[in-house]
């Protein structure tokens, strides 16, 4: 399918264990981001990566690790999940232009830590 | 301290009325402005954009406005309708960068 998609949609695991959420995308985009969405803070940054094997630490960073060794891959993987880390998580792309910085989201993963 | 501010958790407008969607943001780095709208159980999508060089940007029934003294823009919906009904972020950037900062989302119901 062409797009942007996330993997599971929905996740239910226990405190403690490794989760990782995969995020595909078909563009060839240069730019991947990992948001979560909660409520009253909307959407914030966990990490993004501008090329494969580029990454940088967003707002919210610690917990997670990224990795990108292609451009269409973008893993997140929570080491050793918490309960504040159940949350919904928003895969997104874009390709860098300073006329249009649209982003690109796929339909979210629900993860619930307990 | 959050940058991005939408101070409305929600509103409620009638079909065929003008929606305003109001954001606020602290940092005056920010030169770039992105609206997103989001349905329950999606991702966000594009709505519209706005640069600090302009005041003003519009998309068939959607217009936003920017204030740059004020650290403030608006995204007006002309006219509304019941498909409009989502929750409608507010997002910016520094130097027209990639990294944006979203606000809380303004919940928008549009009754018939």
């Known amino acids: 399918d062409a797009g942007i998609t996330q993997s599971p949609r929905y996740k239910i695991t226990e405190t403690g264990r490794q989760v990782t959420l995969m995020c595909h995308q078909t563009w060839s985009h240069s730019y991947m981001f990992w948001y979560r969405q909660d409520l009253g803070h909307g959407l914030r940054l966990i990490y993004y990566s501008a090329a494969a094997d580029i990454t940088d630490k967003g707002e919210v960073p610690d917990g997670y690790v990224v990795s990108r060794s292609k451009t269409e891959n973008f893993p997140l993987t929570l080491e050793s999940a918490t309960r504040s880390q159940t949350s919904v998580y928003f895969c997104?792309?874009?390709?860098?232009?300073?006329?249009?910085?649209?982003?690109?989201f796929g339909p979210g993963t629900r993860l619930t830590v307990l | 301290d959050q940058q991005v501010k939408q101070n409305s958790p929600s509103l409620s407008v009638q079909e065929g009325r003008i929606s305003i969607l109001n954001c606020d943001y602290t940092?005056?780095?920010?030169?770039?402005f992105l609206w997103y709208k989001k349905y329950p159980a999606e991702g966000p999508t594009f709505l519209i954009s706005i640069s600090s060089i302009k005041d003003k940007n519009e998309d068939g029934r959607f217009t936003v406005f920017l204030n740059k003294s004020a650290k403030h823009l608006s995204l007006h919906i002309v006219p509304s309708q019941p498909g409009d009904s989502a929750v409608y972020f507010c997002?910016?950037?520094?130097?027209?960068?990639?990294?944006?900062?979203f606000g809380p989302g303004t919940r928008l119901s549009v009754l018939p």
């Open positions: 997104a792309s874009s390709e860098w232009d300073r006329r249009n910085n649209e982003q690109f």
């Open positions: 940092n005056s780095m920010f030169d770039y």
């Open positions: 997002a910016a950037s520094k130097n027209y960068g990639q990294n944006f900062v």
